[in-house]
Structure formats: C-alpha cells, structure tokens
C-alpha cells in the first residue's frame, strides 16, 4: 500500500493446464519489499514499488485466468525457490474484481481489489530468510490459491427467450451450473425448470442471479418458481396473498402464529460466498432470527381459486388501465404480455 499507481503491460499467463479448484499467481521479487505489514499482504502487476508498499510481497504479477470462478475458503501457498513455502487460510471476496492488484487481509474489507479476506496469513508473519528473499528482483514468487473443500454447489440463473435446463443427475453432483429460465415458457418446460429449483434447494445449492436481486436469489434457493411472488416489508399482509410465495427481512418480535401453516426459510449467512443460500426452518425458529431475509412458501389450500382470467375481463371492462392491472396483479402471475392476449382473444369474440 502507499506506492505509485502505474499501469504495466500484462505478460501472459505462465502456468500450465488450468486445474478446476486453483489458482497460481506468478510475480518476481524487487528491491523495496520490506513484508512488515500486520494486516495484509499483496502481489501487483505493476513493475516497481516505493518503500512504502509494506504489504507488497511481489511485483510484475500475472494473475490466473482460473482464478475468476474460485469460491469459499481457500489455502493460501506463498513460495519462493529454495526455501520452505508458506501457508494460511482465507476466504476468497465474492465481490472481488480482477484487476492489476491482488490484496489478502485479515479483516472482511470486501472492496473490489481484495481478493480475500479473515486471512491467517500477512506480510509480517514471514520469516526474516523469506522477506530478504523477496528483495532479489530475479527470484520468482507464487501464491497458489486452492480452494478448501466441498462446498455448497452453486446454480447460476439467467433468463432469457429460451429455456436452458441442467441435467438433474448433475445438480448437486457438479461445482457449478446453469439454468436459464424462460418468462414465456410452455407448461412442460415450467415444470422441469420448478424440478431444478426443488432439486437444488435439496442440495443445499447456493443461487446467484445474473442481474443480483437477493428476493429473487431467496425465493429461487428455497425452491420455489421465481413467479408469482411478492416482497414485502413486513409478513403481517401474508394472509392477504395465502397462495402466493412472499420474501422479507423478519421484524423484530414477530408473532409466530403469522407463519402457522407454511413452509418458511431463512438466509444462512455463515458462508462468505456467491449467490444466495436459504435453509428451512420452523417458525418459532423464523422469529428469533430478526432482521434475517426470509421466505414463505404458499399455503396450501383446497379453497375453490378465483379465476384471474375473468377477474382481468372485468376490470378492463370497468375502464381499468392495462398497466394498472399488471402492476396490481403481478403477484398473481398476470405478467402483461398475458393480459394482452386476453384482451386479443375479447377483440376478436
């Protein structure tokens, strides 16, 4: 920290064939590296550092194009030829950039250059051999980046005009996979994409959302089809919407009889990762956990449903402006494309 920002031109990437869980990041020693720093350490791709950058332990650094999808807690490997290596433990920044710097700290700093954090290893923990080492501008250093395994698995899910479906057999067996789902899809591709969903909430499986939206993340790691759905601020309307899935932060001092005949899930934080993960719980359990994201499932009932299709006819009957209605009924799954193919089909009766 404390050098001069000057962009170098990057060098290829040194290593060999990529392996699927780690990362090497390859730079070279230099004459100003003093490794004092007690909270941090850092390898820049920049050529030259001042003697203020106490956390620098290598310059000219080409980071690792496998770096990218790495996630969780990881081994950290610090060598240099000729002396043991060093290692550590961390957990990687879901919100990291790769950019000309990667930084590792001991606190939970989540900016875009750190690329880890609750580090156990910092510059100053080097041994004195090591730090010396690390002045020769011809000697090489690597930090192996590994991840600690197993993991929760991870979905990512886009949409799209078509729908994308992963193989079952492999949700839950495989690191990472994609679901891209349709808004428009026909009846046989919404029940294989609710199929994933289930099957990856039964894994335990992460969610990420291409465009983040965490209620939706929520909604799709709990299981459950991404609509109809509602995010409120409070869960005293859920009697309002009873077939309806709704997600919010739980108020303090929630009455647990508000959730009585629901499935509920609540954020599991304890993980520092990508994406979303819920795990299901009770509603007594629900309550005591303040100010967490939550979601509940829709109740089940044997209650004759409404029809919607006449209930839209009616109000535009009534002089209803189309967009109010998709906006009033939205939670109920009238998106607007479906309005104006009922409105079509009155046309032309």
Known sequence: MGHRRQRSRPRPYPGGVPHPHQAVLVGRGHPAIRATHAKTFELTAEPAISARATCVLAVGTVLDPNLAPLR???????????????????????????????????????????????????????????????????????????????????????????????????VGAQDTLVLTIAPDAPPKEVVATNAVLERAAAAGARVSVASPHKPLEALLAAGLPPYPYAYWGSPQRLSTLPLTATVFHMPPATDASLLAGRDIWIEDTSELDIGTAMTRTTPSAAVEASG???????ASSEAELVDLTAVARALVGADIAPRTLTEALAPFGLTRKRLYALLTEQDQT
Not at 292 to 298: E, K, N, R
Request: charged fraction near 25%; avoid cysteine.
């Open 72 to 170: 969780g807690r990881v081994r950290l490997t610090l060598a240099t030829p000729g002396l043991p290596a060093l290692t550590g433990e961390a957990t990687l920044n879901p919100r990291r950039a790769l950019t000309d710097r990667a930084v590792i700290r001991r606190s939970r700093t989540l900016d875009a250059d750190t690329l880890a954090v609750d580090s156990t290893l910092t510059a100053d923990d080097l041994p004195e051999a090591f730090a010396a080492a690390l002045t020769d501008p011809g000697r090489e250093v690597t930090l192996t980046v590994e991840e600690i395994g197993p993991g929760r698995p991870l979905l990512q899910v886009g949409f799209g005009e078509r729908t994308h479906l992963p193989s079952l057999k492999d």
């Open 292 to 298: 967490v994201l939550t979601v509940v499932g829709p």
